[in-house]
Each structure stands twice: as C-alpha cells, then as structure tokens.
C-alpha cells in the first residue's frame, strides 16, 4: 500500500531563508512522487515529480526535491523564500497505476 | 488546451437541496477524478473513472453522493440530499495514464456552502 505523512503542518520562513518541507512515503512498489502548491481559492499545480531517473528533481518556481530511497524521503527544497512563495504544498505517491495519495498538506507562511 | 474546466466555482445552497457539479477533463484523458477538500479532512478521493467507467468508489461518503460520466468529456458530482457537512471544496482531476508518469491536473474546485 501507498502513503505519504507530511511532517509539519505549517512551517514559517523568513523572506530570503530556506524553504525545507518534508515528505516521507510507504510504497510497495518503485514510486512516482510529486509535489504540489495550492494558491488560495485554487487548484493544485505540479511544481515537480520523481519518476526514477535522476534522483535530485528541479521544478518550477526554483523548487527542487531529492529522492531519497534509503529514508523513504522526498523533500521539497527551495534556497530562497519569496513571498509569492506563500501557499500550500502537498506531497503525492503514486504506484505508477492510476491511484495517487496526497499528504495533509503544509501550509508555507513567509515572513517579510 | 484550456485544462479542467468545473463548474460553478462558488454554490450556496439551503440543506436538502440537489446540488449538481460538473466538470469538463482535458481532452484525451482517460481518467478522471473527484476529489473533497476540508480543513478538518484535507484531501479525499470520492470515486475515480477510466474511460468512463467508474472504478473505485469507496470514498464517496454516503448513498446521498453520487457521480457519473456519460461521455469522455462530462462528468458530474450530485448531492442530494444536501447537508451542512457537506460543505468543502470539491476537486476534479485528469489525467492520461499513458504518459508517463500519469500525472494529475486539477479544476480550479466548486466551492459549496450549505446553510
């Protein structure tokens, strides 16, 4: 079975400082894992995903998210927070078929 | 192409009310998702189709949800009766299953709030 446990339901950041949201996940299977940002009063939009090639994955916006088999982990890392940056992320396992589960959700808050 | 098109995006409706939401995939996607959004629940999957056909509708809450998918361009999400706990974001989602990998684009979400 899949599952993803997000760790922090909010995390806050000073504008300029490193952006660091944590994703763990189960999977009986070689996963696909994404990363998703919800804007208020949107959709979710890709900001990137892990489909087995290369294990450091870059995204939009200046994200990026490291696969870490070992740890069972997919961090979502961005060096610098913008404000616009202020959002909810989601992270999402998928067992390569069509089911995908979603984490709870953390909220980014970015301090000016 | 003009991504997943849902509509209405705001709903206010009384309790007992039919509440119908729709949803437009993007075109050539074979699956097709309904998702629920609360504060207390986050993200719930309520039943997925492929290729029209319902597959997995174990997370619809109760006999007073139901969804179809007449066409590969038309699905709908219907609550009636409505009750207030039913109030959330309602979500639908597509994907193509043969990219890979199948990654989800989503609405832009039916916001309903029964009174």
């Known amino acids: 079975a899949q599952s993803v446990t997000q760790l922090g339901s909010h995390v806050s950041v000073s504008e300029g400082a490193l952006v660091l949201l944590r994703c763990n996940y189960s999977s009986s299977v070689p996963p696909y894992l994404f990363w998703y940002v919800q804007y208020p009063n949107q959709g979710l939009q890709l900001l990137l995903k892990y489909t087995s090639a290369a294990t450091l994955v870059k995204g939009i916006n200046g994200f990026e998210a490291e696969f870490k088999k070992s740890e069972t982990s997919f961090h979502l890392t961005k060096p610098s927070a913008h404000m616009s940056d202020a959002a909810e992320y989601f992270c999402?396992?998928?067992?390569?078929?069509?089911?995908?589960?979603f984490g709870t959700g953390t909220s980014l808050t970015v301090i000016p | 192409d003009a991504g997943v098109i849902q509509s209405p995006r705001h709903e206010v409706t009384e309790m007992g009310q039919e509440v119908t939401l729709r949803c437009k995939p993007i075109?050539?996607?074979?699956?097709l998702f309904w998702y629920r959004q609360t504060m207390m629940r986050g993200l719930e999957l309520l039943i997925y189709?492929?290729?029209?056909?319902?597959?997995?509708d174990s997370g619809m809450p109760e006999d007073r949800f139901s969804a179809k998918m007449p066409n590969a361009s038309f699905s709908t999400l219907k609550i009636q009766p409505s009750e207030p706990r039913d109030s959330a974001v309602y979500f639908c989602?597509?994907?193509?299953?043969?990219?890979?990998?199948?990654?989800?684009?989503f609405g832009e979400g039916s916001r309903l709030t029964v009174l």
């Open positions: 999402a396992v998928s067992d390569r078929g069509s089911q995908f589960y």
């Open positions: 989602a597509s994907s193509l299953t043969s990219s890979d990998p199948g990654e989800l684009f």
């Open positions: 075109s050539g996607h074979d699956y």
């Open positions: 189709f492929n290729n029209n056909v319902p597959i997995d």
